[in-house]
């Protein structure tokens, strides 16, 4: 009898790791898509401007109403996933978005335009909360996290790539910006019309009723009334409000310490390099464990980076501090979207990613105009000392709220 040299091995097979399955990488793909071809504020203001549509000032409230339907829509997005459907929702969005980049390319007054680019600051916004949903829906509770941090990464690829491709595109002609924003708008809805619509209640045919508007809207409040979702979302607010200085309050301070319009945007641009290149590694590392230390790590990174720069005025300083904060917007990207998922009811998956979405979008409506005026009247070294203190006091109120509430350690 032969006998056996080798070690033993086992008749089962080694159990595969969950993938993340076809449905999420065509979620992936049109996210990059929809970044990279967006109407950007900046390119839209100089486009309003120099085509005599509009001043400076009045420019300003096109903008802002760009900004005020992005607000609107990130609940929006959550009550119409819930309603018809993710996939629907994200389809039916994308094609009214190249409708309404067509009407802004057309010359109005400047209330017309306010109109039309608030609609459309709805419809470019819509579908994240559908897309998160999604994500809930479709992928296994183990892998949502890196779900949620790759496809961050994937709307940051596209933000890379957008400013020097529609800046290309505006020096052919000013018009042909829209033309890009409808295309990959279009596309986009072509590349969803590949994912599988997930079942809901209320479908036809499942027997139960399907909810009405009524219902539709107390399921949108109802994120913001319940314990522990309102606190979280109250935290998650604060915490945006800080990290979007990095859009308002720094540029201008970076400036007032001497830097160069040049050496704001080599500084800034840490941030998108680091994120498209560390991103997919945290993403892949990422998991449903351990979500309270990660909330505070990336709390308390957040916090130092943005105080660092009340101190560190030199243009390493301010490339080292961006560097910081990114390290926490990285480990904090995927953590918010995860954690809603977990707590919320399989039905009303987009209204409680909705209400995610809406705390980040207020925290640039709020934060900005208030950072800046802080940031005027107490001083450089006093202003980012007292976001440093905020992220730390979000940090703390991370720990108290998981006390009464798991955040999901050991839900998988």
Same mark, same amino acid.
């Given at each position: ?57 009045? &420019?300003?409230? !096109?903008?802002? #109403?760009?900004? =005020?339907?992005? $607000? ?5 997005? @959550?009550?119409?996933? +819930? ?99 409808? &295309?990959?708008? !279009?596309?986009? #809805?072509?590349? =969803?019309?590949? $994912? ?5 209640? @209320?479908?036809?045919? +499942? ?206």
């Amino acid at each position: 009898m032969k006998s056996q040299t080798g070690p033993l091995k086992p008749d089962v097979a080694r159990p595969e790791k969950e993938k993340l399955g076809r449905a999420f990488w065509y979620l992936w793909s049109g996210t990059c898509l929809n970044r990279v071809g967006q109407l950007l504020p900046a390119f839209f203001t100089l486009y309003l401007v120099h085509q005599h549509l509009a001043t400076v000032e009045t &420019a300003g409230w !096109v903008i802002g #109403a760009q900004g =005020a339907g992005s $607000i609107v829509a990130a609940l929006l997005g @959550g009550v119409l996933s +819930d309603r018809f459907g993710s996939r629907r929702t994200i389809i039916y969005s994308q094609l009214i978005t190249a409708l309404f980049a067509g009407v802004l390319s057309l010359s109005m007054p400047v209330w017309g335009l306010a109109a039309v680019a608030f609609l459309a600051g709805c419809t470019t916004t819509v579908h994240r909360p559908a897309g998160a949903a999604l994500v809930a829906q479709t992928v296994p509770a183990s892998q949502r996290a890196r779900a949620y941090g790759l496809l961050y990464w994937a709307a940051n690829i596209g933000v890379s790539v957008a400013p020097t491709l529609v800046g290309a595109v505006m020096e052919l002609a000013p018009r042909f910006m829209f033309i890009l924003n409808a &295309a990959t708008s !279009v596309t986009y #809805a072509l590349v =969803a019309t590949r $994912i599988p619509e997930v079942s809901r209640r @209320g479908d036809e045919g +499942d027997g139960s009723p399907r909810k009405s508007w009524r219902l539709s809207a107390k399921s949108a409040a109802a994120p913001f009334l319940k314990v522990p979702i309102a606190p979280f979302i109250l935290l998650n607010f604060l915490i945006s409000a800080i990290y979007l200085q990095c859009r308002s309050a720094l540029p201008v301070d970076m400036v007032a310490h001497g830097l160069s319009s040049g050496s704001v945007g080599l500084a800034l641009s840490v941030n998108g390099i680091l994120v498209v290149v560390l991103q997919p590694f945290t993403s892949y590392f990422s998991g449903s464990e351990k979500l309270l230390s990660k909330f505070f790590t990336a709390s308390v990174l957040i916090g130092i980076g943005f105080g660092l720069h009340g101190v560190w005025h030199s243009q390493i300083g301010y490339v080292l501090s961006v560097a910081v904060w990114t390290l926490g917007e990285v480990v904090l990207a995927p953590l918010g979207t995860s954690l809603m998922a977990i707590w919320a009811p399989p039905e009303e998956q987009g209204s409680y990613q909705a209400a995610y979405f809406f705390a980040w979008n207020l925290g640039l409506a709020v934060g900005a105009p208030v950072g800046l005026w802080e940031l005027e009247n107490l001083g450089s070294t006093t202003f980012w000392s007292s976001t440093c203190a905020l992220a730390l006091i979000v940090a703390i109120g991370h720990i108290a709220l998981a006390k009464s509430h798991p955040y999901g350690e050991t839900d998988e």
